[in-house]
T-cell receptor, first 111, second 114 residues
Protein backbone atom coordinates (compact mmCIF):
# COMPACT_ATOMS: atom_id res chain seq x y z
CA UNK A 1 0.00 0.00 0.00
CA UNK A 2 0.93 3.67 -0.02
CA UNK A 3 3.43 4.92 2.53
CA UNK A 4 4.30 8.37 3.81
CA UNK A 5 7.91 9.10 4.74
CA UNK A 6 8.56 11.96 7.10
CA UNK A 7 11.85 13.69 7.73
CA UNK A 8 13.52 14.44 9.91
CA UNK A 9 12.44 11.83 12.47
CA UNK A 10 13.29 14.24 15.27
CA UNK A 11 14.55 17.79 15.67
CA UNK A 12 16.20 19.64 18.53
CA UNK A 13 16.02 23.40 18.14
CA UNK A 14 16.34 26.58 20.17
CA UNK A 15 13.26 28.61 21.03
CA UNK A 16 12.73 31.27 18.39
CA UNK A 17 14.18 29.25 15.52
CA UNK A 18 12.23 28.42 12.40
CA UNK A 19 11.39 24.76 11.72
CA UNK A 20 10.94 22.93 8.45
CA UNK A 21 9.81 19.34 7.97
CA UNK A 22 8.55 17.35 5.03
CA UNK A 23 6.60 14.35 3.95
CA UNK A 24 7.06 12.33 0.77
CA UNK A 25 5.38 9.45 -0.95
CA UNK A 26 6.13 7.27 -3.96
CA UNK A 27 2.51 7.68 -5.09
CA UNK A 28 0.19 10.61 -5.64
CA UNK A 29 -2.02 12.04 -2.92
CA UNK A 30 -5.03 14.26 -3.58
CA UNK A 31 -5.17 15.63 -0.06
CA UNK A 32 -2.46 16.31 2.49
CA UNK A 33 -3.22 16.67 6.18
CA UNK A 34 -0.90 17.82 8.95
CA UNK A 35 -1.66 16.81 12.54
CA UNK A 36 0.10 17.68 15.77
CA UNK A 37 0.19 15.48 18.86
CA UNK A 38 0.92 17.17 22.18
CA UNK A 39 2.56 14.99 24.83
CA UNK A 40 -0.06 12.76 26.45
CA UNK A 41 -2.81 13.72 24.02
CA UNK A 42 -4.28 12.56 20.73
CA UNK A 43 -3.35 14.17 17.39
CA UNK A 44 -5.17 17.34 16.32
CA UNK A 45 -5.55 18.58 12.75
CA UNK A 46 -3.47 21.70 12.01
CA UNK A 47 -3.79 22.24 8.27
CA UNK A 48 -5.48 20.53 5.34
CA UNK A 49 -4.32 20.95 1.73
CA UNK A 50 -6.51 20.02 -1.24
CA UNK A 51 -4.79 21.31 -4.39
CA UNK A 52 -1.34 20.84 -5.89
CA UNK A 53 0.76 23.94 -5.28
CA UNK A 54 -1.53 25.19 -2.53
CA UNK A 55 0.14 27.17 0.23
CA UNK A 56 -1.86 27.54 3.45
CA UNK A 57 -1.06 29.32 6.70
CA UNK A 58 -2.43 28.91 10.20
CA UNK A 59 -0.77 31.48 12.45
CA UNK A 60 2.95 30.70 12.56
CA UNK A 61 2.43 27.50 10.60
CA UNK A 62 2.65 27.30 6.82
CA UNK A 63 2.12 24.15 4.77
CA UNK A 64 2.46 23.51 1.06
CA UNK A 65 1.03 20.84 -1.23
CA UNK A 66 3.86 19.86 -3.59
CA UNK A 67 3.42 20.37 -7.32
CA UNK A 68 4.15 16.71 -8.03
CA UNK A 69 1.43 15.73 -5.48
CA UNK A 70 3.98 13.38 -3.93
CA UNK A 71 5.19 15.66 -1.18
CA UNK A 72 4.22 18.29 1.34
CA UNK A 73 6.09 20.65 3.64
CA UNK A 74 5.31 22.17 7.01
CA UNK A 75 7.14 25.19 8.33
CA UNK A 76 6.88 26.74 11.79
CA UNK A 77 8.24 30.24 12.28
CA UNK A 78 9.66 31.60 15.53
CA UNK A 79 9.15 28.41 17.53
CA UNK A 80 7.82 28.61 21.10
CA UNK A 81 7.80 25.96 23.86
CA UNK A 82 4.22 24.86 23.15
CA UNK A 83 5.29 23.77 19.64
CA UNK A 84 6.86 20.68 21.24
CA UNK A 85 5.21 17.47 20.10
CA UNK A 86 4.94 15.06 17.20
CA UNK A 87 3.90 16.32 13.78
CA UNK A 88 2.23 13.82 11.46
CA UNK A 89 1.45 14.10 7.81
CA UNK A 90 -1.50 12.08 6.56
CA UNK A 91 -3.54 11.52 3.46
CA UNK A 92 -6.37 9.42 2.12
CA UNK A 93 -5.35 6.22 0.41
CA UNK A 94 -8.14 5.91 -2.13
CA UNK A 95 -7.24 2.38 -3.08
CA UNK A 96 -7.94 1.28 0.47
CA UNK A 97 -10.42 4.01 1.33
CA UNK A 98 -8.71 5.05 4.55
CA UNK A 99 -6.34 7.69 5.90
CA UNK A 100 -2.69 6.73 6.33
CA UNK A 101 -0.29 8.51 8.65
CA UNK A 102 3.45 9.04 8.46
CA UNK A 103 5.59 8.02 11.42
CA UNK A 104 5.90 11.62 12.57
CA UNK A 105 8.57 14.23 13.25
CA UNK A 106 9.31 14.77 16.96
CA UNK A 107 10.06 18.40 17.75
CA UNK A 108 12.07 19.20 20.88
CA UNK A 109 12.82 22.75 21.99
CA UNK A 110 15.94 23.33 24.03
CA UNK A 111 15.70 25.75 26.95
CA UNK B 1 -19.15 19.12 22.86
CA UNK B 2 -17.01 16.87 25.05
CA UNK B 3 -15.06 15.45 22.14
CA UNK B 4 -14.16 11.79 21.79
CA UNK B 5 -14.18 10.08 25.18
CA UNK B 6 -12.01 7.08 25.96
CA UNK B 7 -11.79 4.97 29.08
CA UNK B 8 -9.80 4.02 30.95
CA UNK B 9 -6.95 6.50 30.45
CA UNK B 10 -4.45 4.04 31.87
CA UNK B 11 -4.63 0.28 32.19
CA UNK B 12 -2.05 -2.00 33.75
CA UNK B 13 -2.72 -5.71 33.53
CA UNK B 14 -0.94 -9.01 33.64
CA UNK B 15 -0.22 -11.19 30.66
CA UNK B 16 -3.13 -13.46 29.82
CA UNK B 17 -5.82 -11.15 31.18
CA UNK B 18 -8.65 -9.75 29.09
CA UNK B 19 -8.54 -6.02 28.39
CA UNK B 20 -11.46 -3.91 27.19
CA UNK B 21 -11.00 -0.38 25.94
CA UNK B 22 -14.00 1.88 25.48
CA UNK B 23 -14.80 4.80 23.20
CA UNK B 24 -17.64 7.27 22.81
CA UNK B 25 -17.39 9.15 19.49
CA UNK B 26 -18.58 12.68 18.82
CA UNK B 27 -22.31 12.73 18.27
CA UNK B 28 -23.23 12.81 14.59
CA UNK B 29 -19.94 11.38 13.36
CA UNK B 30 -20.36 8.43 11.01
CA UNK B 31 -16.82 7.05 11.10
CA UNK B 32 -15.03 5.56 14.09
CA UNK B 33 -11.38 4.50 14.03
CA UNK B 34 -9.18 2.53 16.42
CA UNK B 35 -5.42 3.19 16.28
CA UNK B 36 -2.43 1.83 18.15
CA UNK B 37 0.69 3.95 18.72
CA UNK B 38 4.14 2.65 19.63
CA UNK B 39 7.58 4.17 19.29
CA UNK B 40 8.66 1.48 16.85
CA UNK B 41 5.65 1.36 14.55
CA UNK B 42 4.14 4.83 14.93
CA UNK B 43 0.39 5.28 14.54
CA UNK B 44 -1.27 2.16 13.10
CA UNK B 45 -4.90 1.90 12.03
CA UNK B 46 -6.40 -1.24 13.53
CA UNK B 47 -10.01 -1.10 12.36
CA UNK B 48 -12.64 1.41 11.34
CA UNK B 49 -16.43 1.50 11.30
CA UNK B 50 -18.89 3.39 9.13
CA UNK B 51 -22.38 3.76 10.58
CA UNK B 52 -21.55 1.06 13.18
CA UNK B 53 -20.46 -1.46 10.52
CA UNK B 54 -16.83 -2.65 10.46
CA UNK B 55 -15.39 -1.67 7.07
CA UNK B 56 -11.71 -2.59 7.27
CA UNK B 57 -10.14 -4.69 10.01
CA UNK B 58 -6.97 -5.56 8.10
CA UNK B 59 -4.89 -3.72 10.69
CA UNK B 60 -6.01 -5.91 13.57
CA UNK B 61 -2.84 -7.77 14.53
CA UNK B 62 -4.35 -11.17 15.26
CA UNK B 63 -7.37 -13.02 16.51
CA UNK B 64 -6.72 -11.91 20.07
CA UNK B 65 -8.02 -8.48 19.06
CA UNK B 66 -11.69 -7.80 18.45
CA UNK B 67 -13.76 -4.63 18.13
CA UNK B 68 -17.46 -3.93 18.25
CA UNK B 69 -19.72 -0.97 17.75
CA UNK B 70 -23.18 -1.93 19.04
CA UNK B 71 -24.58 1.57 18.48
CA UNK B 72 -23.59 4.99 17.16
CA UNK B 73 -22.36 6.21 20.53
CA UNK B 74 -20.20 3.36 21.79
CA UNK B 75 -17.38 1.11 20.66
CA UNK B 76 -15.07 -1.37 22.38
CA UNK B 77 -11.69 -2.83 21.54
CA UNK B 78 -10.97 -6.08 23.34
CA UNK B 79 -7.71 -7.98 23.69
CA UNK B 80 -7.98 -11.55 24.97
CA UNK B 81 -5.56 -12.85 26.09
CA UNK B 82 -3.26 -9.85 26.42
CA UNK B 83 0.51 -10.10 25.88
CA UNK B 84 3.37 -7.75 26.82
CA UNK B 85 3.86 -6.80 23.15
CA UNK B 86 0.34 -5.31 23.19
CA UNK B 87 1.63 -2.51 25.45
CA UNK B 88 0.96 0.74 23.58
CA UNK B 89 -1.29 3.77 23.52
CA UNK B 90 -4.64 3.02 21.88
CA UNK B 91 -6.54 5.90 20.30
CA UNK B 92 -10.11 6.13 19.18
CA UNK B 93 -11.05 8.79 16.60
CA UNK B 94 -14.25 9.80 14.86
CA UNK B 95 -15.07 11.86 11.78
CA UNK B 96 -17.86 13.07 9.54
CA UNK B 97 -18.73 11.06 6.41
CA UNK B 98 -15.86 11.82 4.02
CA UNK B 99 -12.65 9.85 4.20
CA UNK B 100 -10.57 13.03 4.09
CA UNK B 101 -12.60 14.79 6.76
CA UNK B 102 -10.81 15.78 9.93
CA UNK B 103 -10.48 12.96 12.43
CA UNK B 104 -11.03 13.93 16.04
CA UNK B 105 -8.93 11.84 18.39
CA UNK B 106 -9.64 10.91 21.96
CA UNK B 107 -6.97 11.28 24.65
CA UNK B 108 -5.92 7.64 24.32
CA UNK B 109 -5.63 4.68 26.66
CA UNK B 110 -2.12 3.79 27.76
CA UNK B 111 -2.01 0.01 28.11
CA UNK B 112 0.77 -1.77 29.95
CA UNK B 113 0.79 -5.56 29.95
CA UNK B 114 3.21 -7.02 32.48
Amino acid sequence: GQQLNQSPQSMFIQEGEDVSMNCTSSSIFNTWLWYKQDPGEGPVLLIALYKAGELTSNGRLTAQFGITRKDSFLNISASIPSDVGIYFCAGPDFRDDKIIFGKGTRLHILP
Amino acid sequence: DAGVIQSPRHEVTEMGQEVTLRCKPISGHDYLFWYRQTMMRGLELLIYFNNNVPIDDSGMPEDRFSAKMPNASFSTLKIQPSEPRDSAVYFCASSLPAISDEQFFGPGTRLTVL
